[in-house]
């Protein structure tokens, strides 16, 4: 069973996986390119991964079949698992749980050369959808605190496996940097009474700013925000105020974000020549609902620098592209319709 | 001028250098090997370097020529500006001030093949001594609230330039990691009355325990902490409670942290097949002075597997090794004495 530890300064919960150990040796790095080898998430492989938990087949058909457009399976190598109680308990001054949570990937398309940014705007919007229902099932499990829904797109991103999928990931804790988000607007929300999300597209969208909107949609704002970490990180908002992102209420409003974020990601392309890239949509815990302080919204990193251990040990980023540039070389690059 | 921002929501400073804004174009990936070409650092090259802040001669020589074994120079492309004002100001609800800092190279050694952990036991001594002397001189500025000093080994660590240097960058803001241990640090002792890195100290080293430790020195305990963030994260701490790095009060301490220092990158070298690594000295900002709550320590994090954008869009780690596993590897290689 693997562990969740958490430290005992800064109390940020890590999982120590203990039954999948890499000795030193296995440590050699991996690198991989489009290649002919088996893929476990193609057509016609289906019961090469563990039965699906959802899927999206519009002409029908049985689980685990042909006919799919989308398909949500628990992940073979899952880093929690979720059978089991937390059992929380200290180590002297140390405290952790049992690894209980949901480890599943959602199979965005059944052909292995496609990438999301590559699928139709409707069969993207199956794709959010996929996460939506997938979210909202592992919000009735009462042990899980909160939905991590992340991509890694290309090996320098972390993805171990080329065919397009998204990751989701149900823990009993709160990651560090989504309860460091929930404190922030807590604090600003006890200030001014009002969401720093909402304050940031009011800021962003007035009469002679602009300089960081990369795009707009109805009801999405696209954004280099204005202190990134990373050159091209970029943020989707919502325009309207919502602290969760699977409570959005109708196919329209998925309909738009796909549309949003497929432009986004093509922009991407375009500009930077195909690159990796991690997406994170930031939402709020399951146990808080519709908390008035929090905005859902999603934030994708391309991967262009590495990230030296010296930012991460020290939280402290050197960023050499100012947002309104990065913002303006993505508003003109051209777009297909 | 570069500029220092924050993020309006987690309260996260970066550094966005506007004067070498990079376009997308120019992200394609560096990669670099043991070369024949042009170094700067080299014994020989010490007009091609912004004039030295600090050397250590020990047959004596005039600055800025040859002899030296340790030399201290501006960094000829810093991320921060020495000269100028910090004029912190608003635009809207966002804040900024003015990218002032220092930004300094230690260069550890005049041989372009030699890396830390070759260097004897008594020119280590020499190198953290550098670090001292600068650390010191860097806390007189009362611009400056942080003095990081940090080492990217290997291009996948980050480093640009291949012979062995440790970077130094005094700072007006204290990095985002370092203010969240100083925070955690203050809470545990306002509960506790102690310091938790002496009680880190004193759980790891109680009768029956000792899983995590990898080594110890009469003045220094090297440990994986019960949390780590990655496979092989390695802490070197002091067993006396100091809050302040540049403290250490005698060449003797110096020379224990430096047999620690290199023992621990031997076994690294040992163990990982010599990896790539950062570490950062995790020390009291400039003006707190002696603070009782703090403890200075030394991470050190091997760079074996990538960090995706997820791990540092969410700040949850998954760490496949488990530090006891790690402490074993490491107490058991074989080290030249």
Known sequence: M?????????????????????????FTPTTHEKTSHFCPFCAGNEEKTPPEVYAYRPGGGAPNGPGWKVRVVPNKFPALQIEGTLDRRAEGLYDKMNGVGAHEVVIETPSHDQDLADLPVEHLEQVLNAYRERALDLHRDRRFRYVLIFKNHG????????????????????????QEELDGCRRYFELKERCVFCDIIQQETAENAGRRIVSTTDRFLVIEPFAPRFPFETWILPRQHDASFHVLSDIGELKDLATALKDTLQRLNRALDRPPF????????????????????????????????????????????????????????????
Chains 1, 2 share one sequence.
């Open 155 to 178: 090996a320098q991103a972390g993805a171990t496996l080329e065919h397009s999928h998204t990751q989701l990931i149900a823990t009993p804790i709160i990651p560090k940097i989504l």
């Open 278 to 337: 991690n997406f994170v949509i930031h939402t709020a815990p399951v146990s808080d609902g519709d908390i008035e302080y929090y905005h859902w919204h999603l934030e994708i990193t391309p991967t262009l620098s590495r990230v030296a251990g010296f930012e991460i040990g020290s939280g402290f980023y050197i960023n050499p592209t100012p947002p309104e540039d990065a913002a303006q070389y993505l508003r003109e690059v051209a777009v297909e319709a």
């Open 2 to 26: 693997p562990e969740l530890r958490k430290d005992p300064v800064v109390g940020r919960w890590v999982i120590i996986s203990t039954e999948r150990s890499r000795r030193p040796t296995n």
